[in-house]
T-cell receptor, first 116, second 109 residues
Framework: DADVTQTPRNRITKTGKRIMLECSQT?????MYWYRQDPGLGLRLIYY???????NKGEISDGYSVSRQAQAKFSLSLESAIPNQTALYFC???????????????FGAGSRLTVL | GQNIDQPTEMTATEGAIVQINCTYQ??????LFWYQQHAGEAPTFLSY????GLEEKGRFSSFLSRSKGYSYLLLKELQMKDSASYLC??????????FGSGTKLNVKP
C-alpha cells in the first residue's frame, strides 16, 4: 500500500457542487499539505497543517477549506466548485526534525478534478 | 509567490549532461530542494542544498549559490527514463515549501 493515499483519483463534477478530496498517510508524519498543480504554474500551496490542531492558509486558499480529522487524515473541500478549480491536486506529508535532509515531502498519487 | 524561475522546457541527448537552472528573488529560506515528476505521477525527491556548494548523488548533482540567487540540477549520463519535469522548491521554517513552475526535460536518442 502507498504511504500517502488520495481518494478519489479522478472526479468530474459540475459547477456549484461540493467536493471533498481525502488524504490518508501511514508514514506517521505530523505535517500534511494540499497542493494544486496547473500546467505552466507548477505546484501551489493551498493549505498546510503541522498537527491536528494547527491549520494554515497557503498561497491560494480562497474557495477551499480543509479538515485535519486525525494525525493521519487531511481532507480538502471545495464548497462550491467552479471551472477554474479544474486541476491536479496533490496531498503531501513531511517529517520535521533537525536534519534538513529528512524534511522532504512525500506526495500522494494525485487527484484529478474536472469541474464542468 | 516566491518568484522562483525555471526554464519551461529543455531537450538533451541520451548519454549527455544537462544543467537545469533555478533562480529566485527571495530570502529567508533554509533549503533548496529538487524533485522529479514523470508525466501523470507524483513528484519524488531528488536532492537538496542547505549550504552553498555542490551536492552529488550518483548521476544527479545540485548546486546552490545564495549570494547569486540561483541553483542548478546537473544530470549526467542521461537516460531515456530521465525524461520528466524537474521542480525546484524553497523550504522555509516549519517545512513550508514553495515550488517553481518546473522544467520539462525531453531526452532524445
Amino acid at each position: 500500500d502507498a504511504d500517502v493515499t488520495q481518494t478519489p483519483r479522478n472526479r468530474i463534477t459540475k459547477t456549484g457542487k461540493r467536493i471533498m478530496l481525502e488524504c490518508s498517510q501511514t508514514k506517521g508524519h505530523d505535517r500534511m499539505y494540499w497542493y494544486r498543480q496547473d500546467p505552466g504554474l507548477g505546484l501551489r500551496l493551498i493549505y498546510y497543517s503541522f498537527d491536528v490542531k494547527d491549520i494554515n492558509k497557503g498561497e491560494i486558499s480562497d474557495g477551499y477549506s480543509v479538515s485535519r480529522q486525525a494525525q493521519a487524515k487531511f481532507s480538502l473541500s471545495l464548497e462550491s466548485a467552479i471551472p477554474n478549480q479544474t486541476a491536479l491536486y496533490f496531498c503531501a506529508t513531511s517529517d520535521f526534525n533537525g536534519r534538513p535532509g529528512a524534511n522532504v515531502l512525500t506526495f500522494g498519487a494525485g487527484s484529478r478534478l474536472t469541474v464542468l | 509567490g516566491q518568484n522562483i524561475d525555471q526554464p519551461t522546457e529543455m531537450t538533451a541527448t541520451e548519454g549527455a549532461i544537462v544543467q537545469i537552472n533555478c533562480t529566485y528573488q527571495t530570502s529567508g529560506f533554509n533549503g533548496l530542494f529538487w524533485y522529479q515528476q514523470h508525466a501523470g505521477e507524483a513528484p519524488t525527491f531528488l536532492s537538496y542544498n542547505v549550504l552553498d556548494g555542490l551536492e552529488e548523488k550518483g548521476r544527479f548533482s545540485s548546486f546552490l549559490s545564495r549570494s547569486k540567487g540561483y541553483s542548478y540540477l546537473l544530470l549526467k549520463e542521461l537516460q531515456m527514463k530521465d525524461s520528466a519535469s524537474y521542480l525546484c522548491a524553497l523550504r522555509y521554517n516549519f517545512n513550508k515549501f514553495y515550488f517553481g513552475s518546473g522544467t520539462k526535460l525531453n531526452v532524445k536518442p
